[in-house]
């Protein structure tokens, strides 16, 4: 059957360039997009970076409903997808029924709560737009803020925090913030960069509370203690958007489970962006990421795939991702998971360096802060699975050529 109604659920990154690939491709049947906000899609990465360092940013739209028109992209925005019918291929919003015959699944993902700290005024998590008008409409001057974890999202609201001039308090559950991500040892670099730009950092202790007349006052934290509050950024991670595929058949484990094309194995639908947990052969990993780079390129091919799936091509990728904090670019290539962590140029104490990644003979992953235009040439050879010698090899090269130039 040749597909003559592409529909995508989830109106971001990974739904909006699934959209945009099938008009590129060629594709003259319908296209509609459904999603529970009501904007246009939109970026996210700047909503926890430069949109809460001054009240003027503007929205950062993606594109004008005039341009999706021109796309003949249907919208039909405000209302989440409550269910999918895979055996009559229809999509259910409400009431309504919004037959398939490809279907591509982009619903991303929603930020995790705390419980303990529901029910007062003050509190948000930051995930949506919205989140992101609330929290930078609750920044005033004097207020003291406290991000409840201390990964990319919290460290960014804490930098964008101290920015404007608020005493800020980060609080993280574990030892060392962002182990998972970047390993203990740089994790625990990166978070020297809170206490030297002012921020107090508190780890090994979790919020088990808040007090306060209706609105947050303070954070009482698992060791006793308390922090005084009157904004609380709560940033303890994303869980994905997928209880609307119940009973679907589409089986979601922490992310819609997907081959390497992100075929989820039911005839039709595919997978893309912070919803989809796929194979990623070129590490030979099921891997989830939560990435802008991962988010683009999973919705077009994810489309491509739907539309054709005779021609279907796998998606493998190096996770790639940025952060900045207090001024300092940070960003990650590859994976983390190694058996060896070299700083192989700059100074760690300035916050200004680059780090690589071991995992038995291969360079798996590359860290660098403040080096914005090292990071794509060791993920390039990351991505042509580059040997730790000819890593080592060629970092020492650059090492040698920037010391020529100085």
């Known amino acids: 059957m040749t597909p003559s109604r592409l529909v995508v659920v989830g109106s971001s ?25 009501d904007h246009l899609p939109y970026d996210k990465p700047p909503l926890s970076k430069a949109f ?31 269910g999918l019918d895979t055996e009559v291929r229809s999509v259910q919003v409400g009431v309504r029924e919004i037959p398939y015959d ?36 609750a920044v005033s001057d004097g207020a003291h803020a406290v991000v409840i974890g201390a990964g990319f999202i919290g460290s960014e609201v804490a930098s964008s925090a101290r920015g404007r001039g608020l005493a800020t308090t980060v609080v993280e559950a574990s030892d060392t913030p962002l182990a998972r ?34 609105r947050v006052e303070r ?19 994303a869980v994905p958007d997928t209880d609307w595929l119940a009973d679907s058949g589409v089986t979601a484990d922490d992310g819609v489970l997907a081959d390497a094309t992100l075929a989820t194995g039911v005839p039709g639908v595919y997978a893309a962006g912070d919803a989809v947990r796929w194979h990623n052969d070129l590490f030979d990993e099921t ?41 300092v670019r940070i960003q990650f290539a590859g994976v983390a998971r190694a058996d060896e962590v070299v700083v192989v140029d700059g100074d760690v104490d300035a916050h200004r360096f680059v780090a690589l990644y071991r995992r038995g003979d291969r360079l798996v992953g590359a860290l660098t802060l403040a080096r914005p235009t090292e990071i794509m040439k060791y993920r390039a050879l990351i991505a042509r699975r580059a040997d730790w010698a000819e890593a080592l090899e060629f970092a020492a090269a650059r090492a040698e050529a920037a010391a020529a130039r100085c």
């Open 219 to 237: 954070v009482v934290l698992s060791d006793g203690s308390t922090v005084d509050a009157d904004l609380v950024v709560v940033g303890v991670g």
């Open 102 to 137: 490809a279907l591509v699944i982009a619903t991303g993902a929603r930020a995790r709560s705390l419980p303990a700290l529901e029910g007062h005024a003050g509190v948000h998590t930051l995930r949506t737009l919205d989140d992101a008008v609330a929290v930078r409409s």
């Open 52 to 82: 809460l360092d001054a009240d003027d940013r503007p929205t950062p739209v993606y594109r004008d409903r005039e341009s999706l028109a021109e796309l003949g992209i249907d919208l039909v925005l405000g209302e989440p997808a409550t």
């Open 287 to 327: 891997m989830r990421l939560e990435n802008w780079t991962s988010a683009a390129e999973q919705g077009a091919l994810a489309a491509r795939n739907a539309l054709d799936p005779a021609a279907a091509t796998p998606y493998s990728t190096v996770p790639y991702f940025w952060s900045d904090w207090y001024g």
């Open 181 to 214: 991500a970047i390993g203990e040892e740089m994790g625990a670099v990166c978070a020297r960069l809170h206490p030297a730009h002012g921020t107090a950092l508190r780890t090994g202790v979790t919020a088990v509370g808040a007090e306060g007349d209706g």
């Open 13 to 37: 990154l990974a739904g909006l360039r699934a959209a945009e690939a099938a008009r590129r491709n060629g594709f003259t049947g319908t296209v509609t997009m459904i999603g529970a906000e």
